[in-house]
Structure formats: structure tokens, C-alpha cells
């Protein structure tokens, strides 16, 4: 696959993306479910944070979960068999070499997969391409240019903007959460509708407060720390002003806002 996963494969990563995961499953897959008996492609499947959510909500579907990463497929196939879920077969595979016939799955589900990489569309043709006319793909974004906060900070800011530089340098997109109508229009799709997911936080919601902003958000601008620094995108005193600004969101009379976007789509009947 031609990508690079930014964030890293470490021991911090794993945890990070488990919070997130269990932090926002009610925000992102209250509405995410599939029929008995249905078959779904869960591409980019990672450690499987997102895999437990969906073969949970739809226990009568059969999920086969693909990621380019043997080490992330061994940590999800633990995860899975921790939690007895039995209807999910993890594949080592790549995105842009499906070892799949066409139209072999009635749906297809992608979270947090397209940011990182360099050619979405054509990976969203060739998705659609193993979609049986008729079925649905789901497509679950970020968009860090939707992030607000109070007390507001330009040095925040600046550490975020870090993040996005640094993604769009390994061939990613951290604003591609606003493209996704777009991107499945390009890519034929039907009666795309998208809907955007905001993650509202303040010190009522203690949860979100742990789960998201801190373990979460904060968690991920603190990872580039170093290559940020090392690619000459912001001064050390800078970007660590602006960590201790996303953390003091955290207090209790701060706030902190992102936006998700989850765009669903269908692949004609007609081709």
C-alpha cells in the first residue's frame, strides 16, 4: 500500500486508538449496523478498535477485517478472541491489491484509513469494485481543521498544524474529513449522504474529557513532537506551549470541539 501511517505502530499508539475507539463508539456507530447473514469488508481494520464495535452491533453479519500490518492483525485477533466475538476473519491484505473477486461482499466499511493515503480515490474504485451493486459503503473521516477549543490558543493551533504538515508530507490528508461527498461522487457512488459528528466536550462530560482531549487528541499532537521539531515546522518552546494549552482545555472551565464526518454511499444497481 502505498502510505505511511503516521501515528506509528507502538505500544502508546495501540492505546491510544483503543480510547478513541471506546470513547466515540456511541457518537459513530449508533447508527452503523448490518443484516443477518450479510457480508462486510472492514478495510484498514488496523488493531481492530473499530472491528469490536461493528461485529457487536451486528452479530448476524460476517465481517472479514483487512489491514497491510501483520502486527496489527495479530494484536486485533487477540482482541477479538478476549472479547468472544466469533463472526470477524482478520486477512492480511492491501487496500490496493484486493485479493478479493469482484462484487464478493454486500458492504464495505472504512474508518480512519483514507487520511492516510496518497490516493484515495483510486482506493475507493477499487473498493467499490469488490461491492456488490446495490450495497452500501461507509466511510468514517477526521478533519483537524475543524477543531476548536476554549481558552483559545495560537500556539495550539500551531502544534495541530504541525500535525496536519507532517501528515500531508507522508502523502495524507488530516483535513480530508470535508472532501468525502466529493471523493464518492468522484467514485460513483449513489445517494451519498454525509453527516458530520461533532465531539463536544466540557468538564460535564469527565469521559470525553479523559477519553478524547486528552487521550485522544492531545495524545496524537504530543506524538509528532520530534519529527515536528527535527523538520523545522515549529520551535521546541512553541510546540510544548501549545500541548500545555490543548491540556488546559481539560480544566473544568474549559472546552474542546472536533469534528467527524461519516459519509454512507451505494454502488448503482445498474453497473
Keep these: 500500500m502505498s502510505s505511511t501511517y503516521i501515528h506509528g505502530y507502538d505500544a502508546r499508539e495501540s492505546e491510544r486508538l483503543q480510547d478513541q475507539a471506546g470513547t466515540l463508539a456511541d457518537l459513530l456507530h449508533a447508527d452503523t449496523s448490518y443484516p443477518a447473514g450479510s457480508t462486510v469488508l472492514e478495510a484498514g481494520c488496523g ?103 476554549h481558552p483559545d490558543s495560537a500556539d495550539a493551533h500551531a502544534a495541530i498544524r504541525c500535525q496536519v504538515q507532517l501528515q500531508q508530507q507522508a502523502g495524507g490528508n488530516a483535513l480530508i474529513g470535508r472532501q468525502l461527498y466529493p471523493l464518492l461522487m468522484q467514485s460513483r457512488f449513489d445517494r451519498v449522504c454525509v453527516s458530520p459528528r461533532m465531539v463536544y466536550v466540557d468538564a460535564s462530560r469527565p469521559d470525553r474529557v479523559d477519553g478524547f482531549t486528552r487521550k485522544t487528541f492531545a495524545a496524537m499532537v504530543e506524538a509528532v513532537r520530534e519529527p515536528a521539531i527535527a523538520a523545522g515546522l515549529i520551535e521546541p518552546d512553541r510546540f510544548d506551549a501549545g500541548v500545555r494549552a490543548l491540556h488546559r482545555t481539560t480544566q473544568s472551565d474549559g472546552v474542546f470541539c472536533y469534528t467527524f464526518f461519516k459519509a454512507v454511499g451505494v454502488r448503482p444497481s445498474s453497473d
Aim: charged fraction near 15%.
Design 47 to 149: 488493531i481492530g478498535a473499530q472491528t469490536i464495535t461493528l461485529a457487536r452491533l451486528s452479530p448476524q453479519a460476517r465481517f472479514t477485517a483487512i489491514d497491510i500490518s501483520a502486527d496489527s492483525l495479530a494484536q486485533a485477533q487477540r482482541r477479538i478472541e478476549a472479547h468472544g466475538i466469533t463472526n470477524v476473519e482478520f486477512r492480511q491484505a492491501d487496500i490496493f491489491a484486493l485479493p478479493f473477486d469482484a462484487a464478493a461482499f454486500d458492504h464495505v466499511f472504512v474508518c480512519f484509513v483514507l487520511e492516510h493515503l496518497p490516493q484515495p480515490l483510486q482506493a475507493l474504485a477499487l473498493l467499490r469494485r469488490v461491492l456488490k451493486p446495490g450495497g452500501t459503503i461507509t466511510v468514517i473521516e477526521g478533519d483537524h481543521g475543524s477543531t476548536s477549543f
